[in-house]
């Protein structure tokens, strides 16, 4: 990407680490890219003060010197749109990472390098589907091109508005840069290409935006019960070091029931983005059996390069992630980390001496914030068919000492339909996903009852209401029980304790490394939560008939309740129900020894 015209240039009259100062730059805009220095390094233009201009620089500015050259390119930083994005390992400005490491010897050392995003020399069979002499608008299908599984549209870029085609390029394989179509538009001729450049900070169009009604399934039992996604929704997981964000978000990249899934990484630590490049590229899909990567992009800020080009990196993504939701397909973009985005805000504000707000950070920081879950949506697509897509956008905050009432997690709170707010005590006891269920909330929960009752046909909602009601109560109980002892609480409390206790094992708690419990289909999760909510409604009456909470709390079909999630799901029905008749069993047994 960003190989632009060349307009004119300045000199560079003072650098600040990755700010510079040019003069001579009259003319230019705020958000052009420019080439600074010698080394033509990339940088966008921040701010404007008559003659000059006040540069974020997005490599390493050791050795740029006052009296070098800036080139201006008239153009905002854009992003490459075309078949080949999938399944690359892209750097926070687009640039391939594995060429660039070929090219400097070494994965991290990307001064000055500007290699496209998009492989130029790769064939695509092209499939025409528009003819000569149709009338097409911006977003209607020309054709399409096989890109690993996903079926790519070649759209009608959108600034060329209306247009009739002059001409197809029959099937067969072509490059990104072989014209496959001639258009006439009010500015004349044009030969379109499989590829276009989008400006990064501006939302791509869509027809019209429409409210989030279905699941985003993530095989992740406390999220999708208890504070679901939406296709198209946003999400926040706040978390502490080592609370679980990271594997939070690649499980849900890996089993989300998503076309495409974009994930960009912005590491803080050197080895956290080391870690992603090993891990991420061998995930598998499991709907495929194929490198997950096949139908992802992954971007990498990688440790080198200075904070702000963290900021661009997040940008880039969800232009990615809407191009694809533009083609009719279900997209979900995860980051990890904002928070270390939103350092990269606080780092650049305080060079460039701007009033700190809270924290030092920027008083624009929510309007960022803001614009960049507000990229996030279901919608109709541009042109003239009648195709939903969406892209839902996931994003891990990391506050420091896991502090949730920092800016970043409450600027972000405000902004995102459901909040998964990891707990490090919970962390601390293995109990993962550590989501705590009194902190976490998602708005979209009680919009899936129909959704449920479709998919699964159970009543869902009224399970979910009935377990957070048994696990509120057992918190203020386990308050109380703190205060007097566990020992002095009735019978009847403590079976509520052992029915809380009983769902935070049987179906909170799901580890990501079980062959079986790393995923568990909207089905199970119904049926599943259905039987332990049962545990309680049948030992109920033993409590009330006198049977103690001792023999009721050693019931052997307890141990096959908690067991149940294990279950392969082919086996699952089954299961329930020898669980179920044993406890039947037992409680007759009981039930008989007190009468
Ligand atoms: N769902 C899960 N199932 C099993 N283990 C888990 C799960 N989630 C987290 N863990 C455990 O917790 C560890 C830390 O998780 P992770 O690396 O995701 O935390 P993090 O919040 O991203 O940490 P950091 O702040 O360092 O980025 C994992 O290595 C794993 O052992
Ligand atoms: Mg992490």
Not at 235 to 256: D, M, N, R
Not at 342 to 354: G, N
Not at 493 to 509: C, D, M, P, W
Not at 526 to 549: H, N, Q, S, W
Request: glycine share 10%; aromatic share 8%; charged share 25%.
């Amino acid at each position: 990407m960003i190989e632009q015209a060349y307009v004119k240039g300045g000199t560079i009259v003072h650098v600040k680490g990755p700010v510079i100062i040019a003069e001579g730059m009259r003319g230019s805009k705020v958000r052009e890219v420019v080439y600074v220095g010698e080394e033509r390094l990339i940088g966008e233009i921040v701010r404007i003060e008559g003659d000059r201009a006040i540069i974020q620089v997005y490599e390493p500015t050791g050795g740029v010197r006052a009296g070098e050259p800036v080139e201006r390119t008239g153009e905002p930083l854009s992003a490459e749109l075309g078949p080949g994005l999938l399944g690359q390992v892209l750097d926070g400005l687009g640039r391939p990472l594995e060429v660039i490491s070929e090219r400097a010897g070494g994965p991290f050392i990307i001064r000055g390098i500007k290699s496209p995003t998009l492989p130029r020399d790769r064939r695509w069979h092209w499939l025409p589907e528009a003819r000569p002499g149709d009338l097409v608008q911006s977003g209607d299908v020309l054709g399409s091109v096989k890109e690993g599984p996903i079926n790519h549209k070649i759209m009608v870029p959108p600034r060329i508005g209306r247009a009739r085609v002059l001409e197809v390029y029959p099937e067969g394989d072509y490059t990104v840069e072989e014209p496959i179509a001639v258009v006439e538009h009010v500015g004349g001729k044009e030969q379109l290409k499989m590829y276009h450049k989008w400006p990064v900070r501006n939302p791509r169009p869509f027809k019209e935006k429409l409210d989030p009604s279905e699941l985003l399934i993530t095989g992740q039992r406390v999220i999708d019960t208890f504070f679901p996604i939406v296709k198209g929704g946003t999400s926040a997981v706040p978390g502490g070091f080592g609370t679980g964000k990271t594997v939070a978000l690649h499980q849900i990249s890996k089993w989300a029931d998503a076309d495409v899934v974009v994930y960009v990484g912005c590491g803080e630590r050197g080895n956290e983005m080391t870690d992603l490049l090993h891990t991420f590229p061998k995930l598998v899909d499991p709907k495929t059996g194929r490198p997950l990567l096949e139908r992802s992009v992954l971007i990498a800020n990688t440790s080198n390069m200075p904070v702000p080009a963290r900021e661009a990196s997040i940008f880039i993504g969800i232009t990615y992630a809407e191009y694809y939701r533009d083609m009719g397909l279900h997209v979900v973009l995860t980051a990890d980390s904002t928070s270390r985005w939103a350092e990269a805000l606080r780092e650049l504000s305080s060079r460039l001496e701007e009033i700190p707000s809270e924290k030092g950070f920027p008083a624009y920081l929510p309007d960022f914030v803001a614009s960049f879950y507000e990229r996030a949506g279901r919608v109709r697509v541009s042109g003239n068919r009648d195709e939903i897509g969406s892209v839902a956008v996931i994003g891990a905050v990391s506050p420091s000492g896991g502090d949730l009432n920092e800016p970043v997690t409450q600027h972000t709170m405000r902004y995102v339909g459901a909040f998964w707010a990891l707990d490090k005590d919970l962390a601390f006891k293995r109990h993962f996903p550590s989501i705590n269920w009194l902190r976490s909330f998602s708005k979209y929960a009680l919009g899936l009852r129909n959704w449920w009752i479709n998919t699964t046909g159970h009543e869902m909602i009224d399970y979910r209401e009935r377990a957070m009601s048994l696990l509120q109560s057992a918190s203020s109980l386990e308050e109380v029980a703190r205060v007097v002892g566990e020992a002095a609480l009735s019978d009847e409390n403590r079976l509520v304790l052992l029915s809380a206790e009983l769902i935070k094992e049987g179906f909170l708690v799901q580890s990501a490394y079980h062959e079986v419990d790393t995923y568990c289909s909207p089905k199970k999760q119904a049926l599943l939560l259905r039987t332990l909510l049962e545990f309680y409604d049948r030992a109920k009456p033993l409590i009330e008939a006198g049977v103690p909470m001792s023999k009721v709390a050693e019931m052997r079909s307890l141990g096959l309740l908690r067991r149940l999630k294990f279950v392969p799901e082919d086996e699952f029905e089954a299961a329930v129900k020898e669980a179920l008749s044993q406890l039947e069993a037992e409680i007759s047994s009981l039930l008989a020894e007190v009468r």
